[in-house]
Each structure stands twice: as structure tokens, then as C-alpha cells.
């Protein structure tokens, strides 16, 4: 077994990303570049791609952080919890003010704690649902850059390896 403080099983991986199959595609030819459908899978496209917009790298932060957020919490972007009034990224938005542990999915995040670095594994945790958020956010404008995506994540990882 592996000693690092948080690891994704690849079961749970593998179940988060087979929404991204070609046969959940709207608007299966790729080389669509009209608006006369919406390319992406439903609840991982951008809300841009819905109103036309031309597919772009922040498209594509988008659905990674709505891919982050489902691993982690183990809730799907279509599950029936969320409506026209609450989303995956409220959900874990909602989550990072009160108890982040609350919406974490234990059965895809194992945790290795101790007394001395409980506090430093939340912080961790919570790092990470904030780059979901961070990415999933509505306006292209305010998702974060994937270069940040990339440094954050990579602290995050050297953080937890030094924590074991």
C-alpha cells in the first residue's frame, strides 16, 4: 500500500470519467465549430458552450474542475440532488465555509491520519475542492489558469507526501 496521505482509487477514476465517452457526447461531430450544438458532456460542458461559444482552454478548466469536484465529493454534476437552484461547484462551495469533510467521498479518498497532522490534511483537502471550485467557475474570466492548476496541485502533492 501506498504511504502517501491521499490517493484516488482508480476504480473511483475510472467511474468519474466514463461520463466523458464519445457516446455521451451532444453534438458528436468533432469537428463541429457551429453553434448549432452544444459540444461536451452534460454537466461537464462549460455554460459558454450553451450559448454558443467556441470551444477553448478554459472550456476545458472548466470541466476539469468539475471532474475534480466529482471525485472527491462522489457526486455527479447530473446526480438529482442538484437543480436549477443548487450545482456540484455550490455544493462544494457551500461546503468550504462550513465542514469540508462533510461532502468529501471516503470510499475514493483514503486518509491516513494522526494526531499531528489531521489539521494539515484538511488543509489539503480543502485546497483541493477549492481549485475545483476555482475552475468551475461560470465566467471563463474568473476560472483559474491551468498553469496555477498545475503549481497548486503540485504543492499540494509534495505537501502530502512530506506529511506520511
Do not use: W
Amino acid at each position: 500500500m501506498n504511504n502517501r496521505f491521499l490517493r484516488v482509487s482508480y476504480n473511483q477514476l475510472l467511474k468519474a470519467t466514463n461520463g466523458f465517452s464519445e457516446s455521451n457526447l451532444i453534438g458528436k461531430d468533432t469537428n463541429q465549430s457551429s453553434s448549432t450544438g452544444v459540444k461536451g458532456t452534460i454537466g461537464y460542458a462549460p455554460p459558454e458552450y450553451g450559448l454558443g461559444s467556441e470551444m477553448t482552454s478554459s472550456g476545458d478548466v472548466y470541466s476539469f474542475g468539475i471532474l475534480l469536484l466529482e471525485v472527491m465529493t462522489g457526486k455527479k454534476p447530473t446526480d438529482n440532488i442538484f437543480n436549477d437552484n443548487l450545482s456540484l461547484h455550490k455544493f462544494a462551495s457551500m461546503a468550504l465555509s462550513e465542514n469540508i469533510l462533510d461532502v468529501i467521498d471516503v470510499d475514493a479518498i483514503a486518509m491516513h491520519t494522526t494526531e499531528s497532522n489531521t489539521n494539515q490534511m484538511e488543509e489539503c483537502l480543502a485546497s483541493i475542492v477549492k481549485i475545483g471550485v476555482s475552475c468551475s467557475m461560470e465566467s471563463p474570466t474568473l476560472r483559474m489558469n491551468i498553469n496555477d492548476v498545475v503549481h497548486a496541485l503540485r504543492q499540494i502533492s509534495d505537501t502530502l507526501q512530506n506529511t506520511s
